[in-house]
């Protein structure tokens, strides 16, 4: 594998497969780096591996199916053994953005069900501040998005309705998507405190004091960081 980058990515992806047991329910998180993930579980299940995932999208959901990983959903299980996902942003504290791939919601749901959030990622998702470089995500409900769109400038961003080609982008629970830039996220719990308080708002991909650990692909093999 001759990107570096990718080749970062698979190796967080495969050493996150390591930490699924047999007779697990894993929630299956979003993203190029979960892919490799899946693909190692998918591995292991054919080798006889007893587990059961639960997709956190409709893509997640197709690659599981075709990699042969037994599925579920999360009223069938309400708990789950481990979550398994990726990150657009991860800072020293473990805190992280996510939602560049629009499964915010759903993937912070299964965060919280989880006993255990495991991210993969590759060195260059490392930040020493939220916000440094990737676009915060809000998801919002169509009507009156140009409200909380106006709403939203007023914390120091630059906000914009995210399209696919001429039309507003979609999630998969129906709702537009708002990608915030901010030139850093110095009080993350704050910022995410009142995103949420506005009328229309579903969720925003802050994902602070989630995560159990992340697994850093590096060029040259990788690192485990811990609360």
């Known amino acids: 594998m001759r990107d570096p980058i990718e080749a970062a990515k698979r190796r967080a992806g495969y050493e996150a497969a390591e930490y699924v047991e047999d007779g697990m329910v894993v929630g299956l998180g979003s993203g190029s780096t979960v892919y490799h993930a899946l693909a190692a579980i998918s591995a292991r299940v054919r080798r006889g591996l007893n587990v059961r995932g639960v997709p ?52 912070k749901i299964l965060a919280y069900a989880s006993r255990r959030l495991i991210i993969v990622v590759d060195w260059t998702k490392l930040v020493p501040v939220l916000g440094s470089r990737a676009e915060l995500p809000v998801e919002v409900v169509p009507f009156g998005w140009k409200r909380v769109e106006l709403a939203l400038a007023e914390f120091g961003c630059q906000p914009r309705l995210r399209f696919r080609g001429d039309r507003p982008y979609r999630s998969d629970n129906g709702n537009f998507i708002i990608d915030c830039r901010f030139t850093e996220i110095r009080e993350p719990y704050a910022l995410e405190a009142d995103i949420k308080r506005l009328p229309g708002v579903v969720d925003c991909g802050l994902f602070l004091g989630l995560t159990s650990l992340v697994i850093v692909g590096e060029p040259a093999g990788f690192r485990v960081m811990s609360p």
């Not at 708990?79 to 398994?84: K, N, S, V, Y």
């Open 56 to 107: 956190s999208s409709r893509q997640t959901e197709r690659w599981a199916r075709r990699l042969g990983i037994p599925l579920t959903t999360l009223d069938e299980h309400p708990e789950l053994d481990l979550t398994i996902d990726g990150a657009d942003e991860v800072d020293p504290n473990l805190n992280l953005i996510k939602g560049r791939g629009g499964a915010l919601v759903r993937e």
